[in-house]
């Protein structure tokens, strides 16, 4: 493979993910990036053969082929550039899926409902791009319909989220009478044309606020338009580049995902800015893109995605080399070679064999219970990635079984669901209780309701005595085995093997890291 090529390949890749307050349009947009993202791609290759109907042609496969945007990650093509969304969890709770999602991507892109600003959930995922100054791009969406003020929308993003924002279109006007954005940079409006919102709309251009066409199209609106526009300018810095790779300023778009508008204009932006994959941590070494051999690591496993495929996925992020088909891994973890024939790549919601994947691709790997979450694989090199934590959990429940005879299927069950990250589980040493730990309440639910469906098993959840859980361990020997023995009735096994002090209140906590100062009792794992 020629050099050039292959730095190529990678400088193509964009991996991102979207995060948003549920109901601002996560969903809607996503549809509509697969959209533009599969016409370009259809359009072009049938184009020759078809003429004019290529477009109306690629909307019925696409509504046969039913592609799900509940997929996991997504792939798609866009203008020369290769495009890998991620999908992070909906649910309200502050999720450890969605933190690991953002430890595998790039950049993100904040999709903002107009009328309703900046949201809780919004501020919190903000918090965790904040950890690794993941790079922001902003879409604020809903401008058919009635919204609050843009410029009282980026204030509130600058003084909620402690961004500076560089708007680089700016709607002309909002609900009924949205007629379009106007590129700040380029001194361009685009037209806004109702009812496109299924298809690849054409891009009708005014050129210039001051032209004759755009005092057409504002009709009496025209005189506040271009003075909002001269105060918008005066107000709001302009785009820098380096600012939003470091993660201080978000440059700003406006549109209607439902309307599939300002779509275009923000996924040219993204791809034209946003990075493009990253050099990683990792113990004892950095590892850049660039490098020739092959390196990735696992952030997510899930079970049972699709009913046609019962098995599980373990989604690994390539950060150097080129995975190809056939070839040896290195199991760091667990020191052992093995051969990949078949991994899968997410091509727009299809999962289909991968031949060869680059950094920053995501690929998927069966996995029949060796993997999991953290997981290094390389081409021989003892690496490890780092910065993927297990948060301890802040609830627990015990769990027990309706029918005894089942213990087996609800052990099997809570290993593989604790292995993808849906929940924890402590099996308590003096005791047979089987413990469960959630991050957020609606965990629990989701868990009895898998257990149910997945491995037909039937649980209740009783309350428990159980208040934190931390991590132990202990440089000296000695030390450690006094305090496993007077401890014994705190102490459990977690699902990943390791031994956890379970406390009762936070008091008991408190009183046993005073009366064991060399134990460390850890509030984050790292996989
Ligand atoms: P998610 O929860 O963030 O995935 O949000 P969805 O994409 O499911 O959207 C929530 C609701 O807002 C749905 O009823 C959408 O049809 C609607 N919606 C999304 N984008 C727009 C938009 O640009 N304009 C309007 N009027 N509604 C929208």
């Known amino acids: 493979m020629a050099e050039a090529n292959f730095i190529n390949e990678i400088n193509k890749r964009r991996t991102f993910a979207i995060i948003s307050h549920p109901d601002a349009g996560k969903t809607t947009i996503t549809e509509k990036l697969l959209l533009w993202g599969q016409a370009i791609q259809i359009a072009g290759s049938v184009k020759g053969k078809k003429g004019p109907h290529a477009k109306s042609d ?87 319909r009635d919204i609050r003020d843009p410029i009282e929308v980026l204030d509130e993003i600058e003084s909620v989220l402690k961004i500076s924002c560089a708007p680089i279109n700016w709607p002309l006007g909002m609900g009924k009478e949205f007629k379009g954005v106007y590129n700040l940079v380029t001194d361009t409006i685009h037209v806004f044309t109702q009812g496109q919102g299924h298809m690849i709309p054409d891009d009708i251009q005014i050129k210039g606020l001051d032209s004759a066409e755009a005092a057409e199209l504002m009709g009496p609106y025209i005189d506040d338009v271009r003075e909002e526009i001269e105060l ?56 850049a893109p660039e490098e020739e051999k092959f390196s990735g ?48 790549t997410f091509l727009a ?46 609830l627990f429940r015990r769990i027990r079984l309706k029918d005894p005879l089942k213990t087996k299927a609800l052990q099997k069950g809570l290993q ?29 639910e989701v868990v009895a309701y898998r257990l149910k469906d997945e491995y037909k098993v039937e649980a209740i959840y009783e309350p428990v005595n159980v208040a934190t859980a931390r991590w132990v361990d202990c440089e000296d020997p000695k030390k450690f085995d006094e305090f496993k023995r007077k401890c014994a009735d705190n102490l459990s096994i977690d699902g990943g093997g390791h031994l956890t002090y379970l406390a009762p ?21 790292e996989h």
């Open 505 to 525: 209140t936070r008091v008991n906590l408190s009183l046993a890291q005073e009366r064991y100062p060399e134990v460390r009792f850890r509030a984050t794992r």
């Open 349 to 394: 919601g299809d999962r289909s064999a991968v031949e060869v994947a680059r950094a920053g691709d995501i690929i998927g790997l069966h996995n029949h219970g060796t993997i999991q979450i953290g997981d290094t694989f390389t081409e021989g090199e003892d690496l490890k990635f780092t910065g993927i934590p297990h948060f301890a959990p802040e």
């Open 416 to 444: 593989q669901l604790s292995e993808e990250g849906s929940t924890q589980v402590f099996f308590p040493k003096n005791n047979n209780d089987i413990v469960v730990g959630a991050v957020g309440v609606l965990q629990f």
């Open 232 to 287: 918008v300018r005066g107000a709001t810095p302009e785009f820098d580049m380096e600012a939003y790779l470091q993660g201080k300023q978000t440059p700003v778009f406006f549109g209607t995902a439902l309307g599939n508008f300002g779509v275009r204009e923000m996924l040219d932006g993204f791809v034209e800015c946003a990075p493009k994959p990253l050099a990683r941590p990792a113990a004892p070494r950095e590892v």
């Open 297 to 344: 690591f696992v952030f997510k496993i899930q079970a049972n995605m699709d009913p046609k495929h019962r098995d599980r996925i373990a989604f690994m992020r390539v950060c150097s080399g080129n995975y190809h088909q056939g070839m040896k891994m290195r199991h760091v973890r667990l020191g052992k070679d093995i051969r990949i024939s078949d991994a899968v």
């Open 58 to 144: 690629w909307m019925s496969m696409e509504q046969e082929r039913g592609i799900s945007v509940t997929s996991s990650v997504m792939q798609f093509p866009y203008k020369g550039r290769v495009v890998n969304l991620l999908d992070t969890p909906g649910h309200e709770d502050f999720s450890e899926d969605t933190y690991r999602t953002l430890t595998a991507v790039d950049s993100v892109l904040m999709v903002i409902d107009g009328a309703k600003g900046v949201e809780d959930r919004t501020i919190k995922l903000m918090e965790v791009c904040r950890l690794r100054d993941t790079p922001i791009l902003s879409f604020i969406n809903k401008m058919d």
